[in-house]
């Protein structure tokens, strides 16, 4: 019984993925729990397991090859079987429908087998329910004759898919399966390299994951490394001035390219989709932070003689916006245009924007509100360590109810940020500063923060926004009030 | 330096050093009055007389076991197989007696003696007369093997396996005793045993060979040049002990490396090198070891079979690119 392996929806918001290596061969004889491919989506390399046992009887695309969701990847069967029938069901452009009509084909040459095309595809709302996708199953007709490799192909139909990636819910990020990918390097191969190349990435700080092997069947080798070019964000400073060569005659164009990751990609896609959709307005306030400057040495104090994480800034941030979004239904919302609904959210997830190599990710604090301080903090330093070591879940970036942006650790006073949809709101965060205030007709020092919170008008009008930001600065102007 | 043939470089090697120290004998099938079945020993009888280069019957065991034990007893034999294949009649006095008297006897007693002859194959020999007993030898604790590939290093090495005082097997090759070559004059020219020769140097590849096979590695690196490469060439000249640090200094260089050896390819020298190569500088390799070797079968008759048999140029040209990633 040939089994058509499809492309899997491995996140939330992924559209198409790219079959990055094969980890078998064909013909090989596999088995359920076997890692046969890594596939890049718009936020990680993932493991493309399988999840029964066979002979992996066709690899129908190429390393390199973009497939959408629920396009046919590899077919697994007996050995020697015949899978021209199946693979010809995908190639007539019958592939993909597993998903949305619950049963991957009715193509006239399985049916004249009386073949049973029963696949048990179910949408999939989380990479959990992958599974089914993956293990969907199509019985094809059995007639041994072995398919010519010219009529195989890459006969991926291009599915357009009416997944809306509306329904992701975090920000395009890069994903990070890394860890479990590590260890399954203990038990077979995933990344191949030399053992001179995997030297020099690592003396060089390569990530292996984004070096593209030239050797035989993908495997990393020394020139691949010598060759690389990493990313512009890790090496050139943001405000770097452009750089003039001098040797050139002037009108001469000398630049490096770096192809586009998936998850600049997503980045690109989402957040200009969220920029065009959602109409954004700004609201700015600016905060009195002596209490909570007071504040904080204090909890630093005990959280020191608890041997706690210390409490930042943003901690508090984080804890008053969740505090405030209880009170401010309307913030914690989504306005979902397909379904014609606006959507409140009953728990206030706040996700955190964190700056990594790649580009960024926003971790979340789940029901932020009922968290304390401590908790925040401690939460809050795990996730960033680990999004910067690319070892998140995509539970823990996907899903957030509102998200917040810092960047006052740059110096930067104020800015405004695009909303994370389906996110109603995103408050951008600026950096405490010593300022002159006046106080009772007096100048006297201040410290002061600025917000702005970019609000989308189709679900929070001007005073449904400012309302929220006066509770965010209740609680963030007498702290004690977080305790009530 | 006066040119010589591979076969002159041994004669003066044996004769300079029997001039020197006359507990040194030759004996072997043919070597006196015949001047050797190959010519090496030419004259030699005329020069020391029937005491000092023996004829022997045809009995390797007998005349290889008088030499063993004639080098306990404080003399240096040159003991001359025919060809290395009539060797293995003689396997127990080699393998046991020789390389193991020493170490038995707690020291008491060494064996300075060199085994001598044509080893490998030679042309349309058939199955048991090509056999390369290079792997067969060194396996054994207790021997010294080995393998030069020009006359110079004839001379050189054979005057240091005479000198030495532990059993030494030394190789040659019937089809290199014609190759002449520059070979130094000096009485006392010594070839340190356990020392490999950079042939060419090279970055991009290391090509390791020795013996006559050497000459077609030489070959490979010259298509390898003509390709726009740059590959370096290690004649290993001692098989035992190995200078594995001449060849992992070259890998760590080069980061590749091929490996041409005229022996089958089971538990050959060939492995031997792969394996330590591996061992000692594994993350220096930027792809695995290649082998090429004589098949894995006897060594056929016919003539295409045998072109055939032997680890061929274009095998070796086409692994050395393979290891270099550019086919």
Redesign the interface.
Same mark, same amino acid.
């Given at each position: 019984m040939a089994i058509p392996i499809e492309m899997p929806k491995l996140s939330d918001t992924m559209e198409e993925g790219v079959v990055v290596a094969w980890l078998a061969e064909e013909g090989q004889k596999v088995s359920a729990g076997d890692i046969i491919a890594q596939v890049e989506t718009d936020k990680a390399t993932m493991d493309l397991e399988i999840y029964d046992d066979g002979f992996l009887l066709k690899r129908v695309v190429g390393e390199g090859d973009s497939v959408s969701i629920g396009g046919l990847i590899a077919v697994l069967g007996d050995e020697g079987e015949d899978i021209s029938s199946l693979l010809a069901e995908y190639s007539t452009g019958n592939n993909g429908s597993a998903r949305d009509s619950g049963h991957t084909s009715s193509d006239d040459q399985a049916d004249n087998k009386s073949s049973k095309a029963g696949a048990a595809g179910a949408p999939a709302a989380t990479p959990a329910e992958t599974v089914e996708e993956i293990s969907a199953l199509v019985q094809s007709g059995g007639e041994a004759k072995i398919l010519p490799p010219s009529s195989s192909g890459r006969n991926i139909s291009e599915k357009s898919t009416s997944e809306k990636s509306m329904s992701g819910r975090s920000m395009s990020e890069r994903s990070m399966s890394e860890r479990s990918m590590s260890e399954k390097s203990m038990s077979g191969s995933r990344v191949k390299a030399s053992p001179l190349a995997r030297r020099l990435a690592s003396e060089r700080g390569i990530d292996m994951e984004s070096v593209r092997g030239s050797g035989p069947e993908g495997r990393i080798v020394k020139r691949d490394i010598e060759s690389y070019v990493p990313a512009p964000m890790k090496t050139e400073p943001v405000f770097a001035p452009k750089r003039g060569r001098t040797d050139l005659p002037a009108g001469s164009d000398s630049y490096t390219s770096l192809p586009l990751s998936q998850m600049r990609k997503a980045i690109a896609r989402r957040l200009a989709e969220s920029k065009f959709k959602s109409p954004h307005f700004y609201l700015t306030a600016d905060f009195d932070m002596r209490k909570a400057v007071a504040a904080r040495i204090q909890l630093n104090e005990l959280a020191a003689r608890r041997e706690q994480q210390k409490v930042s800034f943003n901690d508090l941030v984080t804890k008053s916006c969740a505090l405030a979004l209880r009170d401010n239904k309307w913030v914690n919302a989504s306005y979902l245009e397909e379904e014609g609904e606006i959507r409140f959210h009953d728990n206030i997830d706040v996700a955190i924007a964190v700056a990594i190599d790649e580009g960024l990710i926003t971790p979340i604090i789940r029901n932020a509100d009922a968290k304390s301080l401590g908790q925040i903090a401690a939460e809050t330093r795990e996730l960033a360590a680990r999004a910067r070591k690319k070892e998140l879940q995509p539970e823990e970036y996907s899903g957030s109810t509102f998200t917040t942006s810092n960047l006052g650790m740059f110096g930067i006073d104020e800015f405004t940020a695009i909303i994370n949809p389906p996110n109603a709101c995103i408050l951008a965060i600026g950096a405490v500063r010593d300022t002159p205030v006046v106080e009772n007709g007096q100048v006297v020092a201040g410290k002061r923060m600025k917000v702005t919170l970019s609000c989308d008008h189709r679900v929070v009008d001007g005073a449904a926004g400012a309302r929220f930001l006066a509770s965010v600065r209740q609680y963030l102007e007498d702290p004690l009030s977080m305790l009530l | 330096m006066a040119v010589l043939q591979f076969r002159e470089a041994l004669r003066a090697a044996m004769t300079e050093e029997m001039e020197r120290d006359d507990t040194i004998f030759l004996m072997g099938e043919e070597v006196a009055q015949y001047n050797g079945a190959y010519k090496v020993s030419e004259g030699m009888l005329d020069q020391f007389g029937p005491e000092r280069v023996i004829d022997t019957p045809i009995s390797e065991s007998g005349f290889s076991g008088l030499g063993v034990g004639a080098a306990m007893n404080g003399l240096r034999p040159i003991i001359e197989f025919m060809t290395w294949n009539f060797s293995f009649v003689a396997i127990d006095q080699i393998l046991n007696n020789a390389a193991k008297i020493r170490y038995m006897s707690g020291g008491q007693f060494k064996v300075p003696i060199v085994f001598r002859g044509a080893n490998g194959a030679a042309g349309q020999l058939a199955a048991t007369h090509n056999t390369s007993v290079e792997s067969i030898y060194a396996t054994v604790p207790g021997l010294k093997v080995v393998a030069p590939s020009n006359p110079d290093d004839a001379k050189g090495l054979l005057k240091a396996s005479i000198r030495d005082d532990n059993p030494v097997v030394f190789l040659e090759s019937e089809v290199l005793y014609g190759m002449k070559g520059e070979v130094s004059d000096d009485k006392d020219y010594i070839i340190p045993i356990g020392k490999a020769r950079i042939a060419r140097e090279g970055k991009d590849i290391t090509i390791v060979a020795h013996g006559n096979v050497y000459w077609r590695a030489m070959n490979v690196a010259d298509r390898l040049v003509e390709a726009g490469y740059d590959p370096e060439v290690i004649d290993l000249r001692t098989i035992r002990p190995l200078d594995i640090n001449t060849v992992t200094e070259s890998v760590r260089k080069t980061?590749r490396c091929v490996i041409m050896d005229e022996s089958n390819p089971f538990a050959s020298i060939s492995s031997e090198v792969a394996y330590q190569i591996q061992e000692r500088v594994? /993350?220096?390799? /930027?792809?695995p070891v290649i082998r090429v070797t004589a098949k894995d079968t006897p060594a056929p008759f016919a003539k295409n079979l045998m072109d055939h048999y032997m680890p061929s140029e274009e095998d070796a040209y086409q692994a050395c690119l393979r290891a270099m990633?550019v086919t």
């Open positions: - | 980061n594994f /993350d220096h390799l /930027d792809s990633y």
